[in-house]
């Protein structure tokens, strides 16, 4: 598939921590189940179009760190709590200047929230039609795309924000939320149990 968007790909999914090896095929487009390149084949099964997973990376960064709301009120407090000032402050603002950089370079800069919110609700209808009735994205068993797909949605419906419409996109698409639902309680709920039970503070919870 065509150098630039396999290396994109194989970049992401590295940073993800996901093994991946490139295989590059003159007929990778009528291997692809859309028809559109790059894909990812995991066992027997084949998925194309991981934009969704991409924009949902950069649609959480952009309300994070671009909506000035929600950098002032959540995110800048937040991301400075673990240190003492005045390096609180020099790491939040550090870290918003980058993230608006980067939002700046691929082109995210001059977008309203509306549009983000509508990126968004976009990738959650590509995903929901991905995921259909099945239990996982490959059917009875979770992959690794699974993990991916659960950590970006949990975040996103667990993370308090000075808005809830970014979650209320998600809940939308019952399938989804069923999905994480489904993944929590299966991986979660155990040590969740457990460090209530050793008295430390539980974690976020769809229940």
Not at 110 to 133: H, I, N, P, W
């Amino acid at each position: 598939f065509p150098p630039t968007i396999s290396f994109n790909h194989t970049a992401y999914l590295r940073m993800c921590n996901l093994p991946v090896h490139v295989s590059c095929r003159s007929n990778a487009e009528y291997m692809s189940p859309s028809g559109k390149v790059p894909f990812v084949h995991v066992g027997n099964q084949v998925v194309s179009e991981l934009g969704p997973i991409v924009q949902f990376t950069k649609a959480k960064l952009y309300i994070q760190w671009c909506d000035d709301t929600t950098a002032t009120e959540i995110s800048r407090p937040r991301y400075s709590s673990p240190y003492s000032w005045p390096l609180n402050q020099i790491l939040a603002y550090q870290k918003q200047w980058e993230v608006r950089r980067k939002m700046n370079a691929i082109g995210w800069a001059g977008k309203s929230l509306e549009q983000v919110y509508e990126d968004v609700s976009q990738c959650c209808q590509a995903l929901s039609q991905r995921l259909g009735t099945q239990p996982y994205f490959f059917n009875k068993q979770p992959t690794e795309l699974d993990a991916l797909v659960f950590g970006h949605l949990f975040t996103i419906l667990t993370t308090r924000l000075t808005s809830d419409e970014l979650g209320e996109k998600i809940k939308s698409y019952s399938n989804l939320l069923a999905f994480c639902r489904r993944i929590e309680q299966s991986y979660f709920e155990d040590s969740q149990a457990g460090s209530s039970s050793r008295g430390y503070s539980k974690g976020p919870s769809l229940f």
